[in-house]
């Protein structure tokens, strides 16, 4: 079940398709959101999100497709069931989903497009990290494939830490297959969301994170628009994000990560789907983004059909809230995994502000080892 901004994604997927004359069907076990509301669809159905449920339902209703770019990874991870059952998947296609999640199949995209991406490879033992470890070179990132949340990725600095680490994750994870890419120290990093139809891309926004490389994102205090990103690093991080999106053959929304080092521009990841910061780029900008990249997934309409006007006035800055406090035992250290439960919405007209200098301040101070 999906809560706060996959809600809000859903919602307004909703509303877009009921407006495209759609009968809309919701599936969701959230009794704490906006989408489970008795006259948000047509039809809700209040059952678990698993793949047993989804297909009675499916079975039942007959759907003319499933949109599953709105509901985060839960929905996102059912892709591959809807696709083997002959399901038709609204917007962005299976296959392209599964290449921007599988972290070797994107490594050797990006490759193919001539897009910088830190030194990398694919492991599926401890004995390969290993060997693959003394060829790249600490401190490493390790990212497992198919998560949510930066869940299981962490920071490492030896081979003690990487054994373990390692075996941690398949363990719990057997047969995923784990990123291992050269950590960029002291990098800042940064993301865009964008609405493509395949053929047209725009950049709803662009967010720099205050915090340097190597914390979460739902976890960084991030800026709307980039506040000391030079023209060349802004030109650079439009050209990739067209460049990926089109050969993702994307339809609908994509949101990608960025680290920048030097002026030069590195792609850390790539999510074809609504990620948490496209509710916040909608309400900074009075602009129903969400709406628009539905229309778009129902081939009801085309990006260049929107008259695309946001409202641009000072900064907007992404608070993100923590629950610290309601699980004392809980290691408070910030890296690449997530521990936010929310986020608030700051706007500031400049960056004299008192609240963006003491934040500014501190970026340095969270980076854990």
């Not at 609204?90 to 989903?97: D, K, P, R, V």
């Not at 494939?145 to 030896?158: E, F, H």
């Not at 496209?278 to 900008?285: L, T």
């Not at 946001?310 to 809980?330: D, H, L, M, Q, T």
């Amino acid at each position: 079940g999906q809560g706060i901004e996959f809600d809000y994604s859903c919602v307004h997927g909703v509303l877009a398709a009921k407006e495209c004359g759609y009968e809309t069907v919701m599936i969701n076990c959230n009794p704490e959101t906006v989408s489970t509301d008795f006259d948000t669809a047509d039809k809700l159905y209040f059952e678990p999100v698993f793949w047993e449920h989804i297909y009675d339902i499916i079975l039942h209703e007959k759907p003319e497709g499933v949109i599953v770019q709105l509901g985060g990874q839960t929905a996102l991870k059912l892709a591959e069931k809807l696709e083997r059952y002959g399901v038709k998947i609204m917007g962005t296609s299976f296959n392209a989903l599964d290449l921007a999640e599988d972290r070797g199949r994107f490594s050797n995209l990006l490759k193919d497009l001539d897009i910088p991406y830190p030194k990398f490879g694919v492991v599926k033992s401890a004995e390969q990290a290993l060997e693959l470890a003394a060829e790249l070179g600490y401190p490493l990132l390790v990212r497992p494939s198919y998560v949510l949340g930066g869940q299981k990725m962490k920071i490492v600095i030896n081979d003690d830490e990487l054994e373990h680490h390692v075996v941690d994750i398949l363990r719990d994870m057997p047969d995923n297959q784990i990123l291992l890419d050269h950590f960029l120290g002291g990098a800042i990093e940064c993301e865009s969301d964008s609405i493509c139809d395949g053929e047209n891309v725009y950049t709803i926004g662009i967010m720099q994170h205050i915090e340097p490389a190597g914390i979460h994102s739902g976890d960084s205090y991030a800026v709307l628009p980039p506040y000391n990103l030079g023209d060349l690093v802004m030109e650079q991080i439009e050209e990739y994000t067209r460049r990926i999106a089109i050969a993702l053959e994307t339809v609908g929304l994509i949101n990608i990560q960025f680290a920048v080092k030097d002026d030069k521009v590195y792609i850390i990841e790539a999510n074809p789907r609504a990620s948490r910061t496209v509710p916040f780029i909608a309400k900074a900008y009075d602009e129903p983004y969400v709406n628009y990249a539905a229309k778009v997934m129902l081939k009801d309409k085309k990006v260049t059909d929107f008259n695309f006007d946001p409202r641009k006035k000072g900064y907007a800055i992404k608070i993100p809230v923590f629950s610290f406090e309601k699980f004392p035992n809980v290691n408070k250290e910030l890296g690449p995994e997530m521990k936010s439960t929310g986020e608030a919405i700051r706007f500031i007209d400049n960056l004299r502000d008192p609240f963006f200098r003491k934040i500014y301040s501190e970026r340095n101070l969270y980076l854990s080892r």
